[in-house]
């Protein structure tokens, strides 16, 4: 099964009561000591105590968040990256400095690249699994889509590989979220998610366009 934008806003669900909560126990804690050990006329510091209970409570607790955050953030990650063997549809997405290159097993030929004047479109079908190979030619980047909550790292001499399913009628935006260089603002690319009519009248037209041999 593919991640979706369902999957990682509930993914988002879970972090953001978290950290809320988080938030709000810290600064609780710093406010109270700043005004119940505040310094005043007549009092004297007394030496610190330890607290070895409430120490260990701490602890344990952060490691319970911390283990509840990891099952379910790669649980969905889990999810995404089991693709091998399934028909869907692929797609090959090199990064370089600076820029994207992004061609289609299936479609010999056809290739989306940054160019000089323009940044590249990633056309995929809408609703349908699309199985995303990343790799980079140089240094670290990252594909990064934001409206799908969605990112992951692209590291040299390592490629990987991910589903995802993109909404239909919905043009995203895509970035590079490592900073990569001069020109790492360069780095990005539009989500092109067309229903079936479209995507095949594209094929149709990325067929007749694509460069002789």
Not at 62 to 80: C, R, S
Request: aromatic fraction near 10%; proline fraction near 6%; hydrophobic fraction near 50%.
């Amino acid at each position: 099964m593919a991640a979706t934008q369902n999957d990682f806003s509930d993914v988002q669900a879970v972090y953001l009561p978290i950290a809320a909560v988080v938030l709000a126990v810290v600064f609780a804690a710093f406010l109270f000591a700043v005004v119940r050990y505040r310094a005043r006329d007549g009092r004297a510091a007394k030496p610190t105590r330890e607290h070895n209970a409430l120490e260990v409570a701490i602890a344990l607790g952060l490691a319970a968040i911390v283990a509840v955050l990891v099952v379910v953030t790669f649980g969905v990650d889990d999810d995404e990256a089991k693709v091998a063997g399934r028909p869907v549809f692929r797609v090959d997405a090199v990064a370089f400095k600076w820029g994207w290159q992004f061609t289609y097993p299936g479609l010999p030929g056809v290739v989306d690249r940054t160019t000089d004047t323009a940044p590249p479109a990633l056309h995929v079908p809408a609703g349908r699994e699309v199985a995303v190979r990343l790799s980079t030619r140089d240094t670290t980047h990252a594909f990064w889509i934001p409206e799908l909550r969605y990112k992951r790292d692209a590291w040299p001499d390592v490629a990987q590989t991910f589903a995802l399913t993109f909404p239909a009628g919905q043009h995203l935006s895509g970035h590079c979220a490592q900073y990569c260089g001069l020109r790492h603002s360069d780095m990005v690319f539009t989500v092109q998610a067309l229903g079936r009519e479209d995507f095949a009248a594209w094929v149709a037209r990325a067929r007749g366009r694509r460069p002789g041999p």
